[in-house]
Each structure stands twice: as structure tokens, then as C-alpha cells.
């Protein structure tokens, strides 16, 4: 069954310093989402993709956050620099469409930030 | 602030009870979806219901919607060891353009 894979899976940083995430959605999916997750919340949509065009990146904060899909198939995000507030987790998800029905969600990466 | 809050917070019980978690939201609906996640893991995705229907059955999942309140209900019965994870609910809201999700219930199913 087709998954949506993500690296590394879990992190380790210290503040100030460059992360990066990769993810690779399920095959055929156009549109991708990132999410933040902190510990005990749901997760909350930092950006979305449809293709290689960002559709909604509202919440992502830009001083320090950066998302690209170049061939409009696997996506990077990253934190440069990374804060203390940053650590939770960050979850990737794919769809079919850009229709709000089911979203594919990878493993996550859990990144903490000492 | 998350459209959707999750009641209750936690929830424990034993195997082969029957488990019923609630989430309200604020504005209209497309649809609601709730999730489910198992520790340190990714959401899998367990039913969609759509604002015109008022409830749907999946395997030992019951979804029911009132969007005169506002509200949804999810049970699962007869609960096993391996239900035990966090459910979410996720609203398609009108206007939001995305999915956002509530808080989270725990459910702590015992042998």
C-alpha cells in the first residue's frame, strides 16, 4: 500500500542552528500539506501545496520558515534558525485533490531543539 | 485558535467497552473527519461524514453529526487494547480553505 514517507524521522538540534525535513508523497497526489503538532494538540497547517504552487502558507512563520515543492512532487521544509519553540512534531500529508476529504499522513519527524 | 474541541480530554476503559468521544466546532461545515494517532506516529484517516448526512457506520466506528449544535460524536465498540491511541476530529469549515483539527481525545483501552 502506497505511504507517505518522511526524513529523518526524528531530530535533534541546538537553537539557532539550520533543520531541514524532507517528505515524499504518495505517488499521483497533488496536493501537499505540512503540519506542526505540539505535544498534547492537534496538529495545525503550516502550508499547503497544490502542484508546486503554494495554496495557503498563512501560518507558517516566514522569518524562519521556509517550504519549496519544486517538480511539484517531493516537498522540504525549514527552520533557519531554529528556536526552543520549535520543537514538536512536523507532519507531512498528501491528497488526491485539493478537495477537503481524506489526507495521507507520513510518520512525522520529531524535532527538538536544546 | 482550533475550530474543533474534543471531550473529554482522556478516557479510560476496559477492553470490550464501548468508547464515545465528542468534538463541537464553531462555524459550518462542509465535513467533518476524525483521525486517529497512535503514539509518536502519523494520523490514518477513519471516517468522513458531510453536512448533509447525520450518521455513518465503519466497522466498530459510529459517526453522528448535528450541525444544529454543532457537535459530532464518535463511538467505537466493543474497544480492544489496539484502539488505544488519540482521536481527532477535523473540520472542512466553510471560508477556512482547510482542514482544522480539535484537540485530541486519549483513549486508554485496558486488557
Known amino acids: 500500500e502506497a505511504e507517505v514517507a518522511q526524513s529523518p524521522r526524528y531530530k535533534i538540534t541546538e537553537k539557532s542552528q539550520a533543520v531541514a525535513f524532507w517528505c515524499d508523497p504518495i505517488s499521483g497526489h497533488a496536493t501537499l500539506y505540512w503540519y506542526r503538532q505540539i505535544l498534547g494538540q492537534g496538529p495545525e497547517l503550516l502550508v499547503q501545496f497544490q502542484d508546486e504552487s503554494v495554496v495557503d502558507d498563512s501560518q507558517l512563520p516566514k522569518d524562519r520558515f521556509s517550504a519549496e515543492r519544486l517538480k511539484g512532487v517531493d516537498s522540504t521544509l525549514k527552520i533557519q534558525p531554529a528556536e526552543l519553540g520549535d520543537s514538536a512534531m512536523y507532519l507531512c500529508a498528501s491528497s488526491p485533490t485539493s478537495v477537503h476529504n481524506e489526507q495521507f499522513f507520513g510518520p512525522g519527524t520529531r524535532l527538538t531543539v536544546l | 485558535s482550533q475550530q474543533g474541541e474534543e471531550d473529554p480530554q482522556a478516557l479510560s476503559i476496559q477492553e470490550g467497552e464501548n468508547a464515545t468521544m465528542n468534538c463541537s466546532y464553531k462555524t459550518s461545515i462542509n465535513n467533518l473527519q476524525w483521525y486517529r494517532q497512535n503514539s509518536g506516529r502519523g494520523l490514518v484517516h477513519l471516517i468522513l461524514i458531510r453536512s448533509n448526512e447525520r450518521e455513518k457506520h465503519s466497522g466498530r466506528l459510529r459517526v453522528t453529526l448535528d450541525t444544529s449544535k454543532k457537535s459530532s460524536s464518535l463511538l467505537i465498540t466493543a474497544s480492544r487494547a489496539a484502539d488505544t491511541a488519540s482521536y481527532f476530529c477535523?473540520?472542512?469549515?466553510?471560508?477556512?480553505?482547510?482542514?482544522?483539527f480539535g484537540t485530541g481525545t486519549r483513549l486508554l483501552v485496558s486488557p
Open positions: 477535523a473540520t472542512d469549515a466553510k471560508g477556512f480553505q482547510k482542514l482544522v
